[in-house]
């Protein structure tokens, strides 16, 4: 029988889902099968929100379900939103999202972590349930360092605001925009009294990028970082957008002048024209030497101009001595003297070792790339298939799935070993990846969704993505090349509540109004 506490949960999580069980769309007899597994192979040491137990109708009612003939990938987008899952926390400030499933010392309230809040809204906007994102959004801006002996939301640097808006893209909901943009405009004004120097450029340590011990990094030095002034800039694109929104036409000015700046800023500093390379510029003056994944965060932000020599950095992708490593994308370049030298005497390695968190942003700049540019230099959707494939198939542990921290690129060993603190690591994102980048769902602020896939032509004969929540309706993507798989007709079928919007011959670009 269930015990009170399971009984409390159940329905506390019916109570927020507001969908009955009776009404599971169809197709999750795949969902059932994973869950069952996963299930079976965890110890469950920390029961959050949705228990194990309850795992399988949380999901059913809350994620975009796929079907895919890439078995590799299909399992892992399982496993990382059945490992999402795990992290939401029902607080008295509302629900969050952890970082680690296991209090670690340097978290704030309730295990809390500002460090991959951007991941976690990109990864969560896809959720049915879009109260957990705004609860989770408030907490940060008004409650977070309440009570706090130090900062909590700036001890890490943030991408919240673009976050913010890509949310909304998916679900509009502009009275919760005009509620907290003031919140959102006073926490600009304090990133740029805490770490913008008078150039216009931002610093930060390499810790507070969470991304500790790096080769160009420094826990003292006011290093210039791609990162922070590339988070900046999307924030203050964001901004922009958020104040028109709401009507504000002086505020959606003043981040556009903010937006101009910076973009030069970055392209006319940080730019590293014999390298070909976006690099850190040390408080000297001098640009770092070596060459490191975070010289691909400004495509995270579409930052850079479309000009072949910006995408010539993306050469590095492909190169064994760049960031091309037997199990996937390194965060320095290979050929660094200094790689992966740090180690000894340091519970992180951004030398060189992979990290999700790195492989999701490096990703999500390649798939900005070929979706938003014109220039690719040597990038095509198959270098972007083949990088998503390895990223998932990273993802395990003698034999079983898996997500920790960082991982040796060779062999892929996980580099903190059995420490629990490592497990289930909520540090990245994977489904946003597969759900807006490889089947290419693209939100649109209009009446109308976006289709642009990175999915290699030939590579998929069929898959079916269904249960999407977008714009307060439920899409279902179906694509059947041969008609044979489905037997519904072949091509491409795109429905809203199940009336059909679309279809289509080829996987090709489209703008579908919604119907």
């Not at 969902?31 to 949380?58: C, G, M, Q, R």
Request: charged share 25%; net charge positive; hydrophobic share 40%.
């Amino acid at each position: 029988m269930m015990n009170i506490k399971n009984f409390i949960l159940m329905a506390l999580f019916l109570f927020f889902t507001g969908v009955a069980a009776a009404q599971l769309p169809a197709g999750t007899a795949k969902l059932k099968k994973y869950v069952t597994f996963f299930n079976s192979i965890d110890e469950e040491a920390v029961k959050n929100f949705v228990p194990n137990a309850a795992a399988f109708d949380w999901l059913a009612q809350n994620i975009p379900l796929l079907e895919c003939p890439d078995e590799v990938l299909e399992q892992n987008y399982y496993y990382r939103w059945w490992s999402f899952r795990k992290h939401l926390v029902k607080t008295p400030e509302g629900f969050i999202f952890t970082e680690f499933i296991e209090p670690v010392n340097h978290a704030g309230k309730y295990n809390s972590i500002s460090c991959a809040l951007g991941h976690h809204i990109y990864e969560g906007r896809w959720l049915k349930n879009t109260e957990y994102l705004k609860e989770y959004i408030d907490f940060w801006l008004y409650h977070a360092d309440v009570g706090q002996s130090k900062p909590r939301f700036h001890q890490f640097s943030s991408w919240l605001d673009d976050a913010v808006y890509q949310n909304y893209l998916i679900t509009p909901d502009a009275a919760h925009l005009k509620r907290i943009l003031p919140a959102l405009d006073a926490d600009y004004a304090k990133w740029e009294k805490e770490r913008q120097v008078k150039s216009g450029l931002f610093w930060q340590f390499d810790v507070r990028d969470g991304m500790e011990e790096s080769v160009s990094g420094s826990r003292k030095d006011e290093n210039r970082r791609p990162t922070i002034s590339s988070y900046m800039y999307g924030n203050a694109k964001a901004l922009a957008n958020i104040a028109a929104i709401t009507g504000d036409k002086a505020l959606t000015e003043k981040y556009n002048v903010k937006a101009v700046q910076l973009k030069k800023l970055v392209q006319d500093s940080l730019w590293d024209s014999k390298g070909s390379f976006f690099k850190t510029r040390h408080p000297n003056g001098k640009l770092a030497v070596a060459r490191e994944a975070i010289g691909f965060v400004p495509w995270d932000f579409n930052l850079p101009a479309d000009q072949p020599v910006y995408a010539r950095a993306w050469d590095q992708l492909l190169d064994t001595a760049g960031f091309k490593a037997p199990w996937g994308l390194t965060t320095a370049e290979r050929r660094e003297p200094t790689f992966r030298t740090r180690g000894s005497g340091h519970s992180c390695e951004w030398d060189g070792a992979l990290w999700p968190f790195a492989s999701s942003q490096t990703l999500k700049g390649l798939a900005n790339l070929l979706t938003n540019y014109k220039n690719h230099g040597k990038m095509t959707a198959t270098v972007f298939y083949d990088e998503l494939h390895q990223y998932a198939l990273s993802h395990q542990k003698n034999g079983k799935p898996y997500l920790g921290e960082y991982q040796d690129e060779k062999n892929g060993e996980w580099l903190k070993g059995d420490n629990p603190r490592s497990s289930f690591y909520n540090h990245s994102t994977f489904c946003d990846l597969v759900i807006n980048d490889l089947i290419g769902i693209k939100p649109r602020a209009d009446q109308a969704v976006g289709f642009q896939p990175l999915i290699p032509e030939g590579k998929w004969d069929w898959f079916l993505l269904d249960n999407l929540s977008y714009h307060g309706k439920t899409l279902q993507l179906r694509w059947d090349k041969t008609g044979k798989k489905y037997n519904k007709g072949k091509g491409l079928y795109i429905y809203a509540n199940g009336k059909e919007i679309y279809r289509a011959a080829n996987l090709k670009p489209a703008v579908i109004k919604m119907k």
